[in-house]
Nanobody, 116 residues
Framework: VQVVESGGGLVQAGGSLKLSCVAS????????MGWYRQAPGKQRELVAI????????NYADSVKGRFTFSRDNAKNTMYLQMNSLKPEDTAVYYC??????????WGQGTRVTVSS
């Protein structure tokens, strides 16, 4: 499985961005998908994740009500709509999928910078 993100950029506080991630390869084996982020000097953290068996999306408390995860199965694409962005949302955002309940795949990351 391969995943490639796009959609990062520079935005002012209060603005919006939409990230996209396209999966290719053995996409039928994907069991979970979502987004992580890593801010400068910090560990990578979960932003949003969907497990296909449970079919519910879990969000980090810091983004609840502002970020929305969605997917288009026909396009093998997932999205992260980010609204009301804050400077503390500045990070490299990574697309993530788990396949066959054990193999983790990451995208190369897309940088999001929120200016105050």
């Amino acid at each position: 499985v391969q995943v490639v993100e796009s959609g990062g950029g520079l935005v002012q506080a209060g603005g919006s961005l939409k990230l996209s991630c396209v999966a290719s390869g053995s996409t039928s084996s994907i069991n979970a998908m979502g987004w992580y982020r890593q801010a400068p000097g910090k560990q990578r953290e979960l932003v949003a994740i969907l497990s296909t068996d449970v079919r519910t999306t879990n969000y980090a408390d810091s983004v609840k009500g502002r970020f929305t995860f969605s997917r288009d199965n026909a396009k093998n694409t997932m999205y992260l709509q980010m609204n009301s962005l804050k400077p503390e949302d500045t990070a490299v955002y990574y697309c993530y999928v788990r396949a066959d309940w054990r193999w983790d795949y990451w995208g190369q990351g897309t940088r999001v910078t929120v200016s105050s």
